[in-house]
């Protein structure tokens, strides 16, 4: 990484500056607030590594610089015991972490390795998505896509428990699955159990095994899902639809780490991480007694909410292209395009099956079209409405022209609704006002 090192003690300052270089890291070095802010505005580092007080300033004011000059700049705080409160609300307010002096220089390295690779997996994410084999990948460029791509970083690296929420169709598996394959836990196997799919009886000897003859039928001894998720993830689908009973008993095999399958006395121990996904909101169900509060809580330490599509139209034509391609190659066949009117109706329709829906339209699309250009006419009968005029020739626009067209069109119109007040259409779009602002420009 490259670290900006500030610290005012000459003696820990050079230690400190030695240390990073043997294990790899560019260093910048300055002893005063001033001159460390003078750097941070033209010098790109990954890193902030400072003490709390220093002269000319504090690190916290450079701290908040920082997250102001560089965003993706991580900082992590040097502090003495009296001030661990300063530390502790940086932390609330985005630092990764602080260390209270006097520390060992092999416990900072650890946490700075810990750092490095959220760093790099923030920066694989960011370019689409840490690579499942055979799983599509999280793409888009809107606002909320990058804020799901953020909190799948940060949750993958934290190692904790997660709950994905989100309308029909938006992508919730594919989260957990990528989350699996970005964490430490890649390595081990990912169970999938859809809660909604057990049959009530069954639930005990499918989640935590049973031996033979626990009951009819049980001709053999068979592990449950748990003990198959040793080491890995239990992913939890559909966890809203489990039972209040079945609630209490996985509630208890995560509190403790271990259970007993049907038919036996003996603890089977097993180490697993639990993502779960819902539809459902399970706050309100939580409030209303209809799930168990201690158990929303055990699974949700971090939620990942997954935004439905009309929230990120801006992704709407690279989901397209992505999906075409991934077609074209499994046929072994030209990638088709789009007409303008096509693309304009894919971006325009609301999508209340969301991502599902989407690649829904595209398979019937690209079967009527038969390997020619995709219109209006062989997109599904719900997303055939009016849409801007094909040009003069008739002849299909590239994609990115077309949704250069509509979005400016798009744009335009949403402009017009909200009575050209400029915050308001940004938030009918879902995009900052920084970035409306420069596209009006473009």
């Known amino acids: 990484m490259r670290i900006l090192l500030v610290e005012d003690d000459r003696a820990v300052r050079i230690t400190l500056r030695d240390a990073l270089e043997e294990a790899g890291h560019q260093v910048l070095v300055h002893e005063a607030a001033p001159a460390a802010l003078a750097a941070l505005r033209h010098d790109p580092v990954d890193l902030l590594l400072t003490d709390i007080r220093l002269p000319g300033g504090d690190g916290i004011a450079l701290f908040r610089e920082a997250r102001r000059l560089q965003p993706e700049c991580g900082c992590i705080l040097m502090t003495a015991f009296g001030r661990i409160e300063d530390a502790v609300a940086a932390i609330r307010e985005g630092a990764i972490d602080y260390v209270t002096k006097p520390f060992e220089i092999d416990e900072l390295l650890d946490r700075l390795g810990r750092c490095e690779e959220e760093l790099r997996l923030k920066r694989a994410l960011a370019l689409g998505c840490v690579e499942c084999p055979g799983e599509r990948q999280i793409v888009g460029a809107s606002p909320p896509s990058a804020l799901v791509r953020e909190r799948i970083a940060a949750a993958a690296q934290a190692d904790v ?85 079945h609630q209490a008993k996985l509630l208890r095999a995560i509190e403790d780490g271990g259970f007993e399958p049907v038919g036996s006395s003996q603890t089977v121990r097993v180490d697993v991480r639990v993502i779960s996904a819902t539809n459902r909101d399970l706050a309100s169900w939580t409030s209303s007694g209809q799930f168990r509060q201690d158990l929303y809580y055990r699974l949700n330490v971090i939620e990942i909410a997954m935004p439905p599509l009309r929230e990120r139209r801006l992704d709407i034509a690279l989901l397209a292209g992505d999906f075409l391609r991934e077609t074209a190659n499994r046929r072994q066949s030209a990638v088709p395009e789009f007409s303008a009117s096509a693309i304009a109706a894919l971006i325009a329709y609301d999508y209340p099956g969301n991502v599902r829906e ?14 020619g250009t995709i219109d209006l006419v062989h997109l599904p009968r719900t997303f055939q409405r009016p849409g801007p005029p094909a040009p003069a020739s008739g002849a299909p626009l590239p994609l990115e022209e077309a949704v250069r067209n509509f979005e400016r069109a798009y744009i335009e119109r949403v402009l017009e609704r909200a009575g050209g007040r400029r915050s308001e259409a940004a938030r009918i779009l879902g995009i900052s006002r920084k970035s409306l602002w420069q596209k009006l420009k473009d």
């Open 161 to 245: 428990n997660v709950l994905v929420v989100g309308e029909t169709g938006t992508g919730k598996e594919l989260c957990a699955r990528t989350l699996h394959c970005a964490g430490r836990r890649s390595a081990r196997p990912m169970i999938h159990v859809n809660c909604g799919a057990i049959p009530g009886e069954l639930f005990e000897a499918e989640m935590f095994g049973h031996e033979k003859g626990a009951f009819t039928g049980a001709v053999r001894r068979r592990e449950g899902r748990l003990q198959a998720a040793h080491g890995g993830t239990l992913f939890l689908d559909e966890v809203g639809e489990l039972r209040p009973d």
């Open 358 to 371: 989407l690649f829904h339209a595209l398979e019937h699309a690209v079967a009527l079209a038969r390997g």
